[in-house]
């Protein structure tokens, strides 16, 4: 009797931790590169909130915010993703060249108009379709997220083509951005966004290229006198997840979750923006450097200097893609 009450204890323990352990949420590891209040940081927290206070996912899912490379640093995070020890990433759109060459389109030099235009092409079809074609890769694209456009910054004032020659500007790892500036007879160096500041501090570089806010958190604007207000180009991030883990959570789940991603992106967003036009404002107000906005006649010399770029990678990227985003600028 002893050794039956045993057996149907042991029994019942064994299934109550089944059934707890068939209870246990599902576990998001949301890991990333920069600071908290960072717009991307800012937005991972948000997504790491909603899915909480989310009465679907109640008990379901928990999201696991690592900012600050403080999990996995900017070298090894998408191999991470890749092996599944870490299920959310937000990586610069230029990191994903390797990946999907047509995803070089956002880094083409005076493609976009405005904000405006890359949010129609994102939401159009063409831009949809680029968050999933990687999937034979193992990753899938959920969403993009703005940093913003660039700004051109040296140590002398370049206002059109022919002022940026002979000069040597920080780029990061990309094929396209490296031809950008030898469009304009410039001298690309790669160079990692930690030693930017030194690097133009010292004269390694001469200027470089980069949003308002990145520009004002980073104090770039204390080792350059110079910025042009271009507008040339994106950084932005697509938040993508592994693909084999998204395609296995039960299809409600995947559903709630994507709603909540995309309530997020349109914060996200605006925070982004925001973000930009107050940092503008400080180095403006720092009285460190001088800002020239470019007319439109100025812009579109830069535009015509730097097509030749398009076209070198149109095989790559494809043409139709290129066309396709070149209409986003006139609005519907």
Known sequence: MLKLTQALFCAAA?????LAQAADPIIIKFAHVVADSTPKGQG??????RVADDPKLKDKVKVEVYPNSSLFGDGKEMEALLLGDVQMLAPSLAKFEHYNKQVQIFDLPFLFDDLAAVDRFQQGPQGKALLTSMEDKGIRGLAYWHNGLKQLSANKKVILPKDARG???RVQA???LEEQFKAVRANPRKMSFAEVYQGLQTGTVNGTENTWSNYESQKVNEVQPFF???NHGLIDYMVITNAKFWNSLPEDVRGELQVIMDEVTVEVNKQAEAL????RQKIIDAKTSEIDPLTAKQRQ?????MRPVWEKFSDQIGA???????SANKAS
């Open 167 to 169: 000069l040597k500007f």
């Open 228 to 230: 042009t207000e271009t």
């Open 44 to 49: 991972a927290l948000m997504f790491q909130k």
């Open 320 to 326: 139709d893609l290129i066309k396709a985003a070149e």
């Open 301 to 305: 010399q830069w535009r015509e200097s």
């Open 14 to 18: 064994v299934s109550m931790a089944g």
């Open 174 to 176: 990309s094929s396209v």
């Open 276 to 279: 930009n036009q107050t940092s």
